[in-house]
């Protein structure tokens, strides 16, 4: 089944440690995209890649870092210098080329303590 | 950045009865999207508009692309309990400049379907 994966579904982490969240897929999408979800709030960017080895950042960028060294993965970092960390973070993935339709992983929920 | 206005926050309703739901914006939009979320996962795509005027159908969901290019609604029809959830609007604004990827989205209406 083509689609996108992220793991671990939870993570719990101690304050002050990185930590990497994982999101593959297999769709051949060129474009994918990480989102921070808070409780009552719509989806915040962080940072998207629209090809391999490029990518920008989004409108919460500090404390995170990405990497696209694959076309089928694209790995976010939450560092110690991101201030609240604890959210539910989602990987989209899209055609790219003008195609606007974004695709979502069913997410990873992360908690610092 | 870009804003979306989504409405309501939150609905109330009885098994069996319609809704609505819109987001407006102060910007011209290429492209509205319509998504939805279950508790825990990610949000699913319901249905994509990308003309102006057009009204898309999937299934008991209709969505509609504002006249003016600055609105979109979606109607469910009949709610059912598994219709419960949030759903988000998304949309592309135009002339983004190299940022054509990136949508920018609502906050979301939280729907509950009493039986």
């Known amino acids: 089944d083509g689609g996108i994966t992220q793991s671990p579904k939870y993570l719990f982490r101690k304050e002050g440690q990185n930590v990497t969240l994982s999101c593959e897929q297999n769709?051949?999408?060129?474009?994918m995209y990480w989102y921070r979800q808070d409780p009552g709030q719509g989806l915040r960017l962080i940072y998207y890649?629209?090809?391999?080895?490029?990518?920008q950042k989004g409108d919460i960028a500090e404390g995170y870092s990405v990497s696209r060294e694959k076309k089928e993965s694209f790995p976010l970092t939450v560092t110690s210098a991101q201030k609240n960390p604890t959210a539910f973070y989602l990987c989209?993935?899209?055609?790219?080329?003008?195609?606007?339709?974004?695709?979502f992983g069913p997410g990873t929920r992360l908690t610092v303590t | 950045g870009q804003q979306l206005n989504q409405s309501p926050q939150s609905m109330f309703i009885q098994e069996g009865e319609d809704v609505s739901m819109n987001c407006t914006s102060s910007?011209?939009?290429?492209?509205w999207l319509w998504y939805k979320q279950d508790p825990g996962e990610g949000p699913v795509l319901l249905i994509a508009?990308?003309?102006?005027?057009e009204l898309t159908s999937n299934g008991r969901l209709t969505a509609q692309f504002g006249i003016t290019r600055k609105d979109s609604f979606l109607n469910i029809s009949a709610s059912i309990p598994s219709d419960v959830g949030i759903y988000f609007c998304?949309?592309?604004?135009?002339?983004?400049?190299?940022?054509?990827?990136?949508?920018?989205f609502g906050k979301g209406t939280l729907l509950t379907v009493n039986p």
């Open positions: 890649s629209q090809i391999v080895n490029d990518f």
């Open positions: 998304a949309g592309q604004v135009k002339n983004s400049g190299g940022s054509n990827y990136k949508l920018t």
């Open positions: 508009l990308y003309k102006a005027g």
């Open positions: 989209a993935s899209s055609l790219g080329g003008g195609a606007y339709e974004q695709y």
């Open positions: 769709l051949n999408h060129d474009a």
């Open positions: 910007s011209i939009f290429n492209t």
